[in-house]
């Protein structure tokens, strides 16, 4: 059992609360111990007549008879109005240190999540366009959260939804048919040229009413297979999902199943025709959803030209879903822009079937933007994913030459650059912030790691034991060890409130910690040897961990 769950057990005795109601959390400052509660608080209402300290008092009285709380808590103690703190004793830390290193990869695993099954759908650029920014966030953000909610013992299915049909795909065939121009031999020449054919059709559409009328009507032919669209479509669209399957891999993205518009399409349609009166209606030639008649807003499902709208899609999209994987939760990620189009969406859905209820969700993350204005490209008008992370490589492989190590090391920059800030708040990105070596950074997270590796190798293995000590700890060391019982409660914190950045906090922070330590401490021909050797074997293995649902790589020499 961790410490955590025997405080709580031990104070749900003590109080006769649920243990579901009881809340430890981390006091901000290490002489306020390690777990810390506010739950006399809450029974000062019941006991009106008396104080939430006197309350408090009461409690750690009870609580100091508690035979297996005493075996792991080695003080409790009354903070300022009430706040009951709890220090663990030096044995409970140094088992806990003895468990991350039996236990490996397994710990912070937990069973919040058992049996939960999650399917998170992220990533979603749309064909005959390059992957902007806002999608390489969603590639980051959605691989971590995915091996979080994995960790926390969550069955998962990793899931992206493509956009590779509709009017974009058309602006950029009208242009594309319309210039006639020379297809280049790479891949990335390719893709390029498509999404310099949509900037020009995009604009062409805005301008003219005649072009607007005729992008229309080859969005129509397009749904309908009509040649030669058809056939262009789908050789244009293959280029697209090779790249994009082509970075995918480089980010270390996979996934277990990829939906597209175009299979989507026909089947919402009928569904929204199939349920006129009863959900949807009609207004001026189009399918509307009425949302404001549930305090949302009006949103076309079917236009007036007879084509299905992104809206139509989502409602065979969703039905799909959740008839190849049944799921107990669904989650979609998108800019947060997209929050009021989602509230629409699950409204439409939850009126034409009440399976969908509790069982959608929509997390809207911040807008992400480049901390210094504008960035060159290789096309020269916009910055895409793929730019902005062979420009940070570039950078890193001016300091470092193996490739390898550049590669890791810039990619790790990019998603600790985006994953350390709340998710649902805006992003700015700042090149030389995400490469620098000290500070709260990646690349500072990867170096710390090497370093414990570092150590570990010039050690003898039969070193590598059970940390039994008698010696005194050093406050660094102490500091350390205090930090590492946090980990798996770390874990669910993120999982439970879909935030990656609480774990980059408490790796940034454990990092700091950690080498505090080893400026201050010698670790090797010490007669402490063995003890900073496991405390340096369990630091790098968090570290380790931790990167990895991160979706980052712990290099073991930089």
């Known amino acids: 059992m961790l410490n955590k769950d025997q405080i709580i057990k031990s104070l749900s005795k003590a109080t006769g609360l649920p243990e579901s109601e009881i809340k430890l959390y981390f006091p901000e400052r290490e002489e306020h111990g390690d777990y810390a509660t506010n739950v006399a608080f809450h029974q000062s209402p019941i006991t009106s007549h008396q104080s939430p300290y006197q309350i408090a008092e009461k409690i750690i009285e009870k609580l100091k008879t508690d035979k297996d709380l005493n075996k792991i808590v080695d003080k409790i103690e009354v903070a300022g109005p009430g706040f009951i703190n709890f220090f663990l004793s030096k044995e409970a830390l140094l088992d806990t240190l003895v468990d991350i290193n039996n236990e490996k990869d397994a710990?912070?695993?937990?069973?919040?999540?058992?049996?939960?099954?999650?399917?998170?759908?992220?990533?979603?650029?749309?064909?005959?366009?390059?992957?902007?920014?806002?999608?390489?966030?969603?590639?980051?953000?959605?691989?971590?959260?995915?091996?979080?909610?994995?960790?926390?013992?969550?069955?998962?299915?990793?899931?992206?939804?493509?956009?590779?049909?509709?009017?974009?795909?058309?602006?950029?065939?009208?242009?594309?048919?319309?210039?006639?121009?020379?297809?280049?031999?790479?891949?990335?020449?390719?893709?390029?040229?498509?999404?310099?054919?949509?900037?020009?059709?995009?604009?062409?559409?805005?301008?003219?009413?005649?072009?607007?009328?005729?992008?229309?009507?080859?969005?129509?032919?397009?749904?309908?297979?009509?040649?030669?669209?058809?056939?262009?479509?789908?050789?244009?669209?293959?280029?697209?999902?090779?790249?994009?399957?082509?970075?995918?891999?480089?980010?270390?993205?996979?996934?277990?199943?990829?939906?597209?518009?175009?299979?989507?399409?026909?089947?919402?349609?009928?569904?929204?025709?199939?349920?006129?009166?009863?959900?949807?209606?009609?207004?001026?030639?189009?399918?509307?959803?009425?949302?404001?008649?549930?305090?949302?807003?009006?949103?076309?499902?079917?236009?007036?030209?007879?084509?299905?709208?992104?809206?139509?899609?989502?409602?065979?999209?969703?039905?799909?879903?959740?008839?190849?994987?049944?799921?107990?939760?669904?989650?979609?990620?998108?800019?947060?822009?997209?929050?009021?189009?989602?509230?629409?969406?699950?409204?439409?859905?939850?009126?034409?079937?009440?399976?969908?209820?509790?069982?959608?969700?929509?997390?809207?993350?911040?807008?992400?933007?480049?901390?210094?204005?504008?960035?060159?490209?290789?096309?020269?008008?916009?910055?895409?994913?793929?730019?902005?992370?062979?420009?940070?490589?570039?950078?890193?492989?001016?300091?470092?030459?193996d490739k390898k190590i550049a590669e890791a090391v810039g990619l790790g920059a990019v998603k600790y650059s985006f994953l350390k800030n709340n998710p649902l708040q805006d992003t700015k990105f700042d090149i030389e912030e995400s490469i620098a070596q000290e500070g709260n950074s990646g690349p500072y997270l990867q170096y710390t790691h090497a370093r414990t590796q570092s150590v570990l190798r010039k050690a003898k293995p039969t070193n590598h034991q059970p940390p039994i000590t008698n010696h005194a700890l050093s406050a660094p060391e102490l500091s350390?060890?205090?930090?590492l019982p946090r980990f798996p409660q770390i874990v669910e914190n993120a999982a439970k409130t879909y935030s990656p950045n609480l774990i980059c906090n408490y790796l940034f922070d454990l990092a700091q910690r950690y080498n505090n330590f080893y400026n201050s401490n010698r670790i090797l021909g010490e007669k402490s040897e063995n003890f900073r050797l496991a405390l340096t074997l369990a630091v790098g293995q968090i570290l380790k961990t931790s990167l990895n649902l991160l979706g980052i790589k712990a290099p073991e020499r930089m």
């Open 480 to 483: 350390v060890l205090r930090f």
């Open 107 to 401: 710990f912070g695993k937990s069973d919040l999540l058992k049996g939960k099954r999650i399917m998170f759908e992220f990533g979603q650029p749309n064909t005959h366009k390059l992957p902007h920014i806002g999608h390489l966030f969603s590639y980051i953000y959605g691989a971590s959260m995915t091996n979080i909610l994995e960790l926390a013992g969550s069955k998962l299915r990793r899931v992206n939804y493509q956009g590779d049909i509709g009017p974009h795909v058309a602006k950029c065939l009208w242009a594309f048919e319309r210039g006639n121009p020379s297809v280049p031999s790479t891949l990335e020449g390719k893709v390029n040229l498509l999404q310099k054919m949509y900037q020009k059709g995009a604009q062409a559409f805005e301008k003219d009413e005649k072009t607007k009328t005729e992008i229309l009507e080859i969005n129509k032919k397009i749904y309908l297979k009509k040649e030669p669209w058809f056939s262009l479509w789908q050789k244009t669209r293959g280029w697209n999902l090779e790249y994009y399957k082509k970075f995918e891999k480089r980010l270390g993205v996979s996934y277990d199943r990829y939906y597209f518009e175009s299979e989507v399409e026909e089947m919402g349609k009928k569904i929204v025709e199939n349920n006129i009166g009863e959900v949807f209606e009609k207004s001026e030639g189009a399918l509307i959803f009425k949302g404001s008649k549930v305090g949302l807003h009006d949103r076309v499902f079917v236009t007036k030209y007879g084509t299905p709208t992104y809206e139509a899609k989502d409602m065979y999209l969703q039905k799909l879903k959740m008839e190849e994987w049944p799921y107990d939760l669904l989650i979609i990620t998108t800019a947060h822009e997209q929050n009021e189009y989602f509230k629409v969406v699950f409204k439409a859905l939850g009126t034409l079937d009440t399976a969908y209820k509790g069982k959608l969700m929509h997390i809207g993350f911040g807008m992400v933007n480049l901390k210094s204005g504008k960035m060159s490209s290789r096309t020269g008008e916009i910055v895409s994913a793929v730019d902005l992370v062979d420009k940070v490589v570039e950078k890193v492989s001016q300091i470092n030459k």
